[in-house]
């Protein structure tokens, strides 16, 4: 879920195919939340246009937190099949 921080109102909410055991990260602008989950699959969601951009399956889990490279925007995380997307 989306919760705005200056009320505590959910203002979205998204249904993944598993559970999410990590926290997520945020890209450099905002627009987009990135979050691994335990599906296998490692999601980008547009905040602004409240849908999933794209999914990136996995070998495995997703249960690190992703990380988001401030000079060039680009999204990293480890997964359980040892690798680094």
């Known amino acids: 879920k989306v919760i705005d921080t ?6 979205a909410s998204y249904e993944l195919g598993g559970r999410i ?3 997520a990260a945020v890209s450099n602008d905002g627009s ?4 691994g989950c335990d599906d296998s699959k490692f999601y980008a969601i547009s905040l602004f246009e409240q849908r999933i951009l794209w999914i990136v399956p ?4 997703f249960k690190a937190s ?3 490279d401030p000079r060039t925007n680009r ?3 480890g997964c ?5 997307y």
């Open 6 to 11: 200056r009320n505590g109102h959910v203002v």
């Open 21 to 23: 055991e990590s926290t």
């Open 32 to 35: 987009t939340v990135f979050v």
């Open 58 to 61: 996995g070998g495995d889990h």
């Open 66 to 68: 992703p990380t988001v």
């Open 75 to 77: 999204v990293w995380i």
């Open 80 to 84: 359980y099949d040892r690798q680094l």
